[in-house]
């Protein structure tokens, strides 16, 4: 399948009319509202709803909003309509209505040259899990050695914790390095100060189209038909906070401060095709956890570093979500099934995807083994954590037989960490 809008035909766009994803944009001085990426442009969806051109809500308009939510809550029967219909629109020898009206055609396509992308959907929740084994194990082995790397339930449940909503954001959000306690393991004392560990997580994001009810247990077939679609997400990470916080509840200021997404939700539909299968199981899972068919997918991944001044990028990894040992469909199965109740814009992190070569770890706690082993940068400079100035981007894809699935970039530059000294007054209650 091609499109007359010529530009989503190149092999190499991540946006050619089998994506179609989905976000919010607008253009200086507009209010934001739903779009669909193709190519270099954007399809104003409010204006092809307006236009009487799609038909997502029976009559209700459900794009002129600046948050995908009222779309993603009708499910899937609308979900695939409006899929159709734009195919049906863009692509070549489809319906005329719109290459038969210039006019028309020049409103509804939105160059993304003159956009500004904004969160894509109201998130309502976020959970973060752990679930690639290879990083789990990398991980283990730094902090615990090797003997003891996995603890004793992590082959058996998907482990996560819940993460803050709040401090989502869309990619090109600047992040501010937090501050926090940590402990130097020959002080007796901690200490209070920015992080010095600052790190990513190279990870998927599955956005809940549709809720589930509380008390309710589902099932992963269920789970999978909730999910409305996947983004790129990074889990930026205080790791020298996080080590001194994280026993016994797990993860907390140190996940808190910033996790980034990409402005484009690839939806399930658009990635049917690359299903592939979850690893095989070292230990058999409880039937609840079952999967009915493929439940993973085949998207090629990669981050990269650029400092501050520097030229060029530096490809830090290049791995595949089909790494993951839990499936999304799994891990919102488990979330659910104490009757935890699951709403339309949840977000849960896939958790780090790292693979069993070096070049596929997705963190530089990882790369450069807890900071002992330095990389070295395109530039000559070395890093063992994110300075101030450096940007990070994630970006990924399915390839598909000339053309690609894609999920754009995912990228966020970090700034110094606040001047933060607490007056003596405040200190003393005055």
């Not at 679930?131 to 082959?155: D, F, S, V």
Request: with cysteine; hydrophobic share 40%; glycine share 10%.
């Amino acid at each position: 399948m091609k499109s007359w809008v010529q530009s989503a035909n190149d092999h190499l766009s991540h946006f050619p009319i089998q994506n179609l994803p989905y976000g919010v944009f607008a253009r200086v001085g507009e209010t934001p509202r739903c779009g669909a990426a193709l190519g270099d442009q954007i399809i104003d969806l409010a204006l092809l709803e307006k236009e009487g051109l799609i038909d997502a809500g029976n009559s209700v308009p459900v794009f002129n909003q600046p948050a995908l939510n009222s779309f993603m809550e009708l499910g899937k029967s609308a979900w695939d309509s409006v899929r159709v219909r734009l195919q049906e629109l863009f692509k070549e020898g489809g319906v005329d209505a719109l290459q038969g009206n210039a006019e028309l055609t020049a409103r509804v396509l939105v160059p993304m040259s003159e956009a500004e992308l904004y969160l894509p959907f109201k998130v309502a929740e976020y959970t973060d899990f752990y679930a690639g084994k290879q990083h789990a194990m990398n991980i283990g082995t730094i902090l615990r050695g090797a003997e003891n790397a996995l603890p004793p339930n992590w082959l058996h449940i998907p482990i996560g914790y819940n993460g803050r909503a709040s401090t989502v954001v869309v990619s090109g959000t600047d992040v501010v390095r937090p501050l926090g306690q940590t402990k130097a393991p020959t002080a007796q004392v901690p200490s209070f100060k920015p992080c010095a560990r600052l790190d990513i997580e190279l990870e998927m994001g599955a956005v809940v189209g549709t809720p589930s009810k509380m008390g309710e247990p589902i099932t992963v077939q269920q789970a999978d038909d909730m999910i409305f679609g996947y983004v790129l997400l990074n889990d930026w990470s205080a790791r020298d906070i996080q080590g001194w916080e994280y026993q016994p509840l797990g993860p907390f200021q140190a996940k808190a401060f910033a996790t980034s997404i990409s402005p484009w939700v690839v939806t399930k539909a658009a990635l049917e095709e690359f299903r592939t299968s979850t690893p095989p199981r070292e230990k058999e899972l409880l039937p609840y956890l079952d999967e009915p068919g493929p439940m993973i997918y085949d998207i090629e991944l990669q981050a990269h570093m650029q400092p501050k001044g520097a030229a060029t990028p530096t490809l830090l990894c290049h791995t595949n979500y089909n790494r993951m040992y839990y499936s999304a469909a799994q891990q919102l199965t488990h979330h659910a099934i104490g009757g935890c109740k699951m709403n339309t814009g949840d977000l849960l992190g896939s958790g780090t995807i790292s693979g069993a070569e070096k070049s596929e770890f997705g963190s530089l706690m990882e790369l450069t083994w807890g900071g002992k082993e330095p990389i070295t940068l395109e530039g000559g400079e070395q890093r063992t954590f994110i300075e101030d100035g450096d940007t990070l981007s994630l970006t990924g894809w399915a390839q598909g037989d000339g053309y690609r699935v894609g999920f754009g970039s995912c990228v966020g530059t970090v700034l110094p960490a606040p001047a933060f000294t607490p007056a003596l007054s405040e200190k003393q209650g005055a």
